[in-house]
């Protein structure tokens, strides 16, 4: 590989990516706060999910899902459709109750 300097249309290429990389706030934002240690922090785990606000669409959402799953595994008995069911029914639940808490001053 030759260590030189690019050429001149390579150059221009490499200049307008960094340009456009520099602009992406998002990008900037997530190079800023990257963390190096990666273990689980299970206390800011439950922080992240204590602090969780889901909107009512998400909750409406989840219900029509969950419902849907129910109805269909009560009437075909398929094992997928239940475990389906049963993995989201506590999930539905607890944006349910955060929703319901986040409105009525919980």
Do not use: C, K
């Amino acid at each position: 590989m030759s260590i030189g300097r690019l050429p001149d249309h390579e150059q221009r290429i490499l200049d307008e990516m960094e340009r456009v990389l520099r602009r992406d706030r998002r990008l900037d934002r997530r190079l800023r706060t990257l963390r190096l240690n990666r273990r689980p922090d299970p206390a800011r785990a439950l922080a992240r999910m204590a602090s969780y606000r889901p909107r009512v669409r998400t909750v409406a959402l989840l219900l029509a899902v969950s419902a849907g799953l129910l109805v269909a595994g009560a009437v075909t008995s398929a094992p997928g459709l239940i475990w389906a069911f049963a993995f989201l029914w506590p999930l539905t639940l607890f944006a349910g109750f955060r929703l319901l808490a986040g409105r009525y001053g919980g």
